[in-house]
């Protein structure tokens, strides 16, 4: 399993290039998870439906499960991602962190506006269609997810 985080300041369109790897990727033959990278204040679950008042109760663990969809939820301590990426992901073959760009994954920084991450945070390439200063070296992509699945593969995914 490989991991890589896509980086960026809000709004650069770091969600609208994972939505179009996703289905790319997939086609071509490649398992994908993701995870996404909220603060604290975010609530995954609806307060007031009984799965929230299941853990408001005190459940470790809840699982919401449908004959569709399922969703586990759990308090923890700070646990690092990556035991969870472990435990649940490890059978995929990309997982997509958005966010996390202080994690000691590889990283692509996808930049619209502001100063561009790259050179303060290592990155394997910059996706913008805007003019940025990035380190020498490191290769500047256009926003089109086909030419990001590519450059994936070639330096991601084939290792």
């Known amino acids: 399993m490989k991991i890589l985080a896509v980086i960026g300041h809000q709004g650069a369109g770091k969600t609208t290039l994972i939505c179009g790897l996703i289905p790319i990727l997939r086609a071509r033959g490649y398992r994908v998870g993701t995870v996404k990278h909220v603060g604290p204040e975010v609530e995954p679950d609806t307060p007031g439906k009984d799965s929230f008042r299941h853990r408001e109760a005190g459940a470790e663990r809840v699982?919401?499960?449908s004959p569709r969809?399922?969703?586990l939820f759990w308090h923890h301590q700070g646990d690092p991602v990556e035991e969870y990426i472990a435990r649940y992901m490890d059978d995929l073959d990309l997982v997509i962190l958005e966010g996390f760009k202080g994690a000691e994954f590889p990283k692509i920084e996808v930049y619209r506006s502001g100063e561009p991450l790259a050179g303060r945070i290592p990155v394997l390439a910059v996706v913008t269609d805007r003019p940025a200063r990035v380190p020498d070296g490191t290769p500047v992509l256009p926003p089109d997810p086909e030419?990001?699945?590519?450059f994936l593969e070639s330096a991601l995914l084939a290792s």
């Open 63 to 65: 699982l919401l499960y």
């Open 69 to 71: 969809l399922a969703a």
């Open 147 to 150: 030419l990001v699945a590519d």
